[in-house]
Structures are given as C-alpha cells and as structure tokens.
C-alpha cells in the first residue's frame, strides 16, 4: 500500500486509544504477535507505551510477520466484555484496522522472541533483536529507576552532580588491573573509578555526586564481574565515619525503595520477595566472620574479606536477626583497601572502611579518606607508587580538604540482585568482559585467522 493511501492523522500512542472510542486513529509500532483465526487475524501491535490488539482482514494482514515495523488507521472499538485483558492498560479496547502501511520488513526471527529460551551466549550474540523481548527490556526498565533513586536520594543530601573524565594520568587504584593505551605517544589509562576526581570536588562543593563508566582488566569471567561498568558515586566533606555510615544506608535504602514504588508490576513478573526493611546492622569484618562460623562452621576468620559464599551466609543472618536484606560490613584490613583509605587510629591495621551488602551480594564499597596531605604522601611512596604521578589530585589536599569520605554502588550488580538474575552480563546492554566486545572474541579472532590463512 503506498504512502498516499494513508491521509495525514496525527499518530497517537497505544495507551492513548481507550480514550478515543468509535473514533478514527493511526498507530505505529511493532508486530508483537500474529493470530490467524480464518479471514480475521489479530495483531498484537507494541509501542514504547505497551500493546494493542488490533483486527482486521487476512487481505490486509498479508505478508505480515512478527518484528515488521507498521502504521495501522482504524476505528477504535470497545471489546466484549468476556474479551477484556485486565492485564493490559489498553485491555478494554481493540482497534478495527481500516488500513495499514508496512514501513519496514523484518526478516525471519532465528529463535521464539517472545518465550526466549536461549544461551547467554545467545542472548547477547543477538543483543539488538533480544532486547525487545518484554521480560529483557523490563530488567532496564529497572535499572533506570535504580539510577533515578540514586540521584534523588544523593541530590537529597545536597550533594551537586559531577561529570568526569574517563582517560586518566594514572592508575587510580594502583596494581595492574588496568587498561592502559597510548595517548599522543604518552602512557595513560582508562580510569578503575572516579574517585580521585570527586575527592578533588570536595573543597568546591562539598557534597557531590557522579555517575561514570569505570574499567577494570580483572582477568577472570565469573558471574559477578566486568570489564566496564558504570559506578553511583557520592562524597561528602565534614564527615566521620559514623556519618558516612548513616549516609551510605539512607542512598542504599532510598534507592532501592524507589524501585519498589515505580516498578511494582515488574517486580510482580520476576517473582521478587519484597525488601526486608529491618534496622540495619553493623558488624566489623571480624564479627562477621565469627558469626558466620558460629552459624555455618565454616571458619573464614582468618581472611582479609567476605567470599562470595560469606556474603550469603551473613546476609542470610541479617535477614534471620533483624529483618533485614542489607547489612553493612566495616573495618577490612587497610593493605586490601585503596591508598587514600584512612586507618582506624585504635587499630591501623585496620580500615575505616565499609562494604553494603543486599540479599547476598556487596552491592557498595566505600570508606572515610586521608585528608592530610603529609599522610597522604607517604602512603603512596608505602605503596611503590609516585606522588608525582597524582600531582593534580594531591593539590586538592596540600591547599585544605576537610575530613571526607563517600562510597560507590554498582549498577549493573544492584539491578542483578533486585531481579535475582544469574549472571551480571544480563543487567548490562552490552557487557564486556574478558570473551566479549559485542561479539564474541573468540569468534573475531577465528575470522582473523581465516583471512590470514587466505
């Protein structure tokens, strides 16, 4: 059917049609879903808004299939009331096609879209075609209203939006696990975090916050980790570590309730227990450790952090306890912790540092700072590192910081543990990791091989 078919009528959005009974419209979208019964055939048609089943003849549904891309005019009509999809906004109503214009084909699906029963392999392999999958789209769905919790709590607190760079002078952790790449003939490196950019914002406005892309050349695939991810950082001037601690529970929190208020329905669909909202306890790394012997008698007591099998035990307690699927973890050997982490001065072996944990999973990392510039300085030179590299950063420190710390959350792992999801990849659109560009690398370097050969 040619363009000229279809007279000019604004497009109205799917969930808009209930309002519009007995009277003519023009939808766009997707076909979800075809059902042929005789001459009538039943499209479900998605938009952004959701799904709305539209009528018409056999003629006028040739040659369409799932994933075509249509604009449909038609008359809206009320559904019998035995034909209602409660489950649906625009459940009540049909649309009786009258005419339809195919804006673009869809090639036959390589797999079920709608009852997607793939590998991860798969599933990612096919990124751009699984991602319209309802149930897959709802997992960022979610990740959205985690980002949106996180700055509303932080921006709560007072704390100014930030954006930093990516490409740093030096390697913001220490260690080897960094990617490394040539700047105009110089050494520099994609950043581990923000956070020595934040700490410098500290003087500025005190209180800030910032959402950023981070890299990490882990070499290891597991279920929990990436190569890049993107970290919900805070850092508060004025503070101790009490206060940071009540700081981090209430951005966890509020995060997470924000969730539970914007995405019900979704949550409903997975199958997720609602959040134990106890008091949150404390424990020392030591006291966790202790407890978990006591309840498990596996004896960890000896490790300098929490195992993933750790993390579950202890969480499990918390939720057993105290009615609570977060719990908060603190004072990790200072050796295991970054170099601006400021030592407990009743124990300098120890940090004054701080892991949040929800439902299993550390889901938050952070700790009070070095504030001194002399201490500062020589932690790094203790660590084989050079003041010299971290020139720009320990300025902020030699002309006055304030006593500061802050703290920084996992996207992709938060929206992992809320939905249950067993492998981190799933909450990202397009994971890196070791294996994977967006192809599979070993798939890229087959091809590479091939072409040599040739």
């Not at 991602?131 to 997992?139: A, F, Q, T």
């Not at 979610?142 to 709590?153: H, T």
């Not at 938050?364 to 700072?369: A, D, L, V, Y």
């Not at 500062?376 to 300025?395: D, H, R």
Request: hydrophobic fraction near 35%; charged fraction near 30%; proline fraction near 4%.
């Amino acid at each position: 059917m040619c363009y000229n078919e279809i007279t000019f009528m604004k497009r109205i959005l799917n969930k808009e049609t209930p309002r519009y009974p007995d009277q003519e419209v023009r939808v766009a979208g997707w076909v979800n879903t075809r059902r042929d019964h005789g001459k009538i055939v039943f499209i479900d048609l998605r938009d952004r808004t959701g799904l709305l089943q539209v009528v018409c003849s056999s003629n006028l549904a040739e040659g369409i299939k799932e994933e075509d891309v249509l604009e449909i005019e038609g008359i809206v009509k009320k559904r019998p009331e035995k034909m209602i999809n409660t489950e649906l906004e625009t459940g009540k109503v049909e649309l009786k096609a009258e005419k339809i214009k195919v804006l673009s084909k869809a090639e036959s699906l390589p797999f079920d879209l709608r009852d997607l029963k793939v590998s991860l392999p798969t599933l990612l392999d096919y990124r751009p075609l699984t991602l319209r999958n309802e149930k897959i789209k709802d997992i960022f769905q979610i990740q959205e209203s985690v980002m949106d919790g996180f700055r509303k709590a932080a921006q709560k607190l007072g704390c100014t939006e930030i954006f930093v760079p990516t490409i740093t002078a030096s390697a913001t952790e220490g260690g080897a696990e960094v990617f490394k790449l040539d700047y105009y003939g110089y050494s520099a490196y994609m950043a581990q975090s923000p956070q020595l950019y934040k700490q410098m914002m500290v003087p500025i406005f005190e209180r800030v916050f910032v959402i950023s892309h981070v890299y990490r050349a882990e070499p290891s695939v597991t279920t929990r980790h990436l190569s890049e991810v993107i970290q919900l950082d805070c850092e508060f001037g004025f503070v101790d570590f009490n206060e940071l601690l009540d700081l981090l529970e209430i951005v966890g929190s509020e995060t997470l309730k924000n969730v539970e208020s914007k995405c019900p329905k979704i949550l409903k669909e997975y199958g997720v227990e609602k959040i134990s909202w106890g008091k949150i306890p404390r424990l020392t790394l030591r006291e966790a450790q202790e407890i978990i012997y006591k309840e498990t008698g596996r004896n960890v007591i000896n490790e300098k952090d929490l195992g993933p099998e750790d993390e579950i035990d202890i969480s499990k307690w918390a939720r057993k306890e105290h009615g609570s699927d977060l719990i908060t973890i603190t004072h990790f050997p200072t050796k295991k912790r970054a170099f601006y982490t400021m030592p407990d001065s009743e124990n300098p072996e120890l940090s004054l540092s701080y892991d949040l944990l929800f439902k299993g999973i550390e889901i938050c990392s952070g700790s009070q700072r070095i504030n001194d510039y002399n201490q500062l300085v020589q932690i790094i030179k203790n660590k084989g590192m050079k003041p010299k590299n971290f020139e720009m950063y320990l300025q902020a420190f030699k002309y006055g910081m304030p006593p500061e710390g802050g703290f920084s959350f996992g996207l992709e792992r938060i929206t992992k543990q809320i939905l249950g999801l067993e492998n981190v990849r799933e909450a990202s659109l397009f994971p890196r990791d070791m294996e994977r560009v967006d192809q599979r690398l070993s798939l890229l370097q087959k091809k590479k091989k091939i072409k040599t050969k040739n």
